[in-house]
Structure formats: structure tokens, C-alpha cells
């Protein structure tokens, strides 16, 4: 079985927007440490979990299947409890985080300095694309977690905070096709799967 480094330099968060299906995650499991979100290890299954490293999870449902599954539990990270809602800083009603903007955080403290984040799609235009999700409609994926386009605007503003809160770490987005992020900060920046690519070849 493949495995990685407790830490690392470079870490990819892998979440589960529709726009990741393009991108070859396999490609990228000898750069860094991969964390991903969720439901990603199924697409492992067969491959003796080579990824992700880690598995980050928040929801009752989805954490259940994972502990159920045989998914190494030392690779699971299941955040505290107060860990699992956005800071009050960020919003005083406190609303649940995701599995995504957990997953940054627990790569920083693992000393990741450049965090690569694929399929986190709250940040695209169009409420279609920005809703997605690849594993929509199955098990733990029914319509009481599906995000809303109102969920995307909370989403943005704690991604935003977590940016602020690490100004020495890079935090770069990966999407198919260029777009202008609405995130202003000087340690985020967004490119396209063929820029990453060739900068790994």
C-alpha cells in the first residue's frame, strides 16, 4: 500500500465539486500529502486506498459509513466537535464547517506551506456548478447535505477568514478553465489542471 509522510510542504485538499472529475488524482499522490473529503476513498476501494492519505469527515452520516468501511482508521480525521461548526469570529449563529476549509486546517497544522485544492466548487459561477457534488444522489448524499447557493455565500466567507488567518501559507485552486476568484487576498490564486500538471512533469 502506498503511503505518504506525516508532513509535508505541499498538500493537495481534494473536495467533491463536479469540476475534479478531469483531473487525474493518481498523478499527484507522490507530490505531497493528499487529504480528501468525505466519500473520496470509495473511489479507492479496489486500489487498496492508495488515496487519500488522510480522510477528513464531519458529517454523522458519512463518518459512520467510513468507520464501517475498511478504510484505514488511522488515516481518518474526524475534527472535534466545536471543530465541526465555523468559528464565532467568522459567524456568530455558528453554522457547520465542511469537510473542505477541515481539511486545509488540518494540513496546516501538519506544516503544509502550499495547499493545492481541487473540486471545491462553492467558488464557481453558476449556481449548477457550484452546488455539484460527484457523489450526489448516493448513499449520505441525499438532499438534507446538498449545499445551496445561499450555503456557498457562508462557504467564501470562512474560506476567506482561514486565508487571513495564514498568510504564510499559499492556498492555490484548480479548476478545468481560468475564472476570476471573488476572494481578494495576496496568498490566493487560482489554475487550470494543465498548469498543474506540467508544472509536475
Request: charge should be negative; glycine fraction near 6%.
Amino acid at each position: 500500500m502506498t503511503t505518504s509522510p506525516t508532513t509535508s510542504d505541499i498538500a493537495w485538499i481534494v473536495g467533491n465539486g463536479t469540476s475534479r472529475r478531469g483531473f487525474d488524482l493518481e498523478r499527484i499522490k507522490d507530490t505531497g500529502v493528499v487529504y480528501g473529503c468525505n466519500a473520496l476513498y470509495r473511489d479507492y476501494k479496489t486500489k487498496g486506498y492508495i488515496l487519500p492519505h488522510y480522510l477528513v469527515a464531519i458529517d454523522p452520516g458519512i463518518i459512520t459509513e467510513i468507520e464501517s468501511s475498511d478504510f484505514p482508521s488511522s488515516r481518518v480525521i474526524i475534527p472535534s466537535a466545536d471543530e465541526q461548526f465555523e468559528p464565532a469570529e467568522v459567524n456568530r449563529g455558528r453554522p457547520r464547517s465542511n469537510a473542505g476549509v477541515n481539511a486545509m486546517i488540518e494540513a496546516i497544522r501538519r506544516e503544509a506551506k502550499t495547499l493545492i485544492c481541487v473540486g471545491f466548487d462553492f467558488l464557481q459561477p453558476g449556481e449548477a456548478q457550484s452546488t455539484s457534488n460527484v457523489y450526489e444522489g448516493s448513499a449520505n448524499y441525499g438532499p438534507e447535505t446538498r449545499a445551496s447557493v445561499m450555503d456557498n455565500f457562508g462557504r467564501t466567507r470562512y474560506l476567506k477568514w482561514l486565508v487571513n488567518q495564514n498568510k504564510e501559507v499559499d492556498f492555490i485552486f484548480a479548476y478545468p478553465n481560468p475564472f476570476t476568484l471573488s476572494i481578494n487576498c495576496s496568498n490566493i490564486s487560482t489554475v487550470t489542471f494543465d498548469q498543474i500538471l506540467e508544472n509536475l512533469s
